[in-house]
Nanobody, 124 residues
Framework: QVQLVESGGGLVQAGGSLRLSCAASGRTFSSYAMGWFRQAPGKERDFVAAISWSGGSTSYRDSVKGRFTISRDNAKNTVYLQMNSLKPDDTAVYYC?????????????????WGQGTQVTVSS
């Protein structure tokens, strides 16, 4: 069982930056691939980024490549999403997710464990 708690969301102007954090419980955090998803009002949940258990492999949706960076600190049981050059289209609830398979997060895309979400609002 993995419990995930996101933080770091908020209101920012277009062009600004935010860093989301996701703290995970459990001693097996380093065994899990981690991901970030987002869901805007009235839209489906979308994959944003994923990172392998070791941190050695990352994946991103095309619209955030070059602007967002996913990273993890296994010693702190935490995964991060650094978001730069934010746009109004990035406005959404952002969810942290964990799964033993990175392909599940990236390809399906879904995950076994989810956080409660954190709101990110980008004003124009």
């Amino acid at each position: 069982q993995v419990q995930l708690v996101e933080s770091g969301g908020g209101l920012v102007q277009a062009g600004g930056s935010l860093r989301l954090s996701c703290a995970a419980s459990g001693r097996t955090f380093s065994s899990y691939a981690m991901g970030w998803f987002r869901q805007a009002p009235g839209k489906e949940r979308d994959f944003v980024a994923a990172i392998s258990w070791s941190g050695g492999s990352t994946s991103y949706r095309d619209s955030v490549k070059g602007r967002f960076t996913i990273s993890r600190d296994n010693a702190k049981n935490t995964v991060y999403l650094q978001m730069n050059s934010l746009k109004p289209d990035d406005t959404a609830v952002y969810y942290c997710a964990a799964d033993l398979s990175r392909d599940t997060i990236v390809v399906q895309p879904t995950a076994r464990y989810w956080g409660q979400g954190t709101q990110v609002t980008v004003s124009s």
